[in-house]
């Protein structure tokens, strides 16, 4: 970052700074190097290396790829086609509703259904999913650090 900011204040017109400038002379440092071309393509070339190789191992050291985390994965997947994609924050038969109606009554209903939506979606869905997260990963991962050490110092 340091550098760019001294190229900046060497070479703009915008942010140059003549003070800087007198004092590199006069420190009589080489020239700054040129900046590559922009490329036509917009591709940068980076050397070769291994890319499967790499991405095998990442996919295998990520936290993310334990069984434990993909078991919560699964549940939340599984839980949420079953039961909770079905929680509507409208009601779209309009029971309790003759039409035509004022629009402060079909607000109000719309207001209750959110609510009691809301309510159950708090309560049930994200219960239940932290009770299925800490106990598929209380034995992989230390939520609740028992040692203070550890705790105050990372």
Known sequence: MKKNVLYAQLTSTSYGNEKTKKRF????LPGLPLKPPVPDVAKVPCPEYKYFERSVKLENLH??????????????????????????FID?????????CPMD???SIEIDKSTVTTTLLERDFRKAFMDQLMDSLQDVFDFFQSDPKSFEHG
């Open 63 to 88: 936290y993310s790829t334990t069984r434990e985390i993909v078991a919560v994965y699964r549940w939340l997947h599984d839980k949420w086609n079953s039961k909770y994609q079905f929680y509507n």
């Open 105 to 107: 009554r079909l607000r």
């Open 92 to 100: 779209s038969s309009l029971t309790g509703l003759v039409l035509p």
């Open 25 to 28: 002379t006069h420190l009589k």
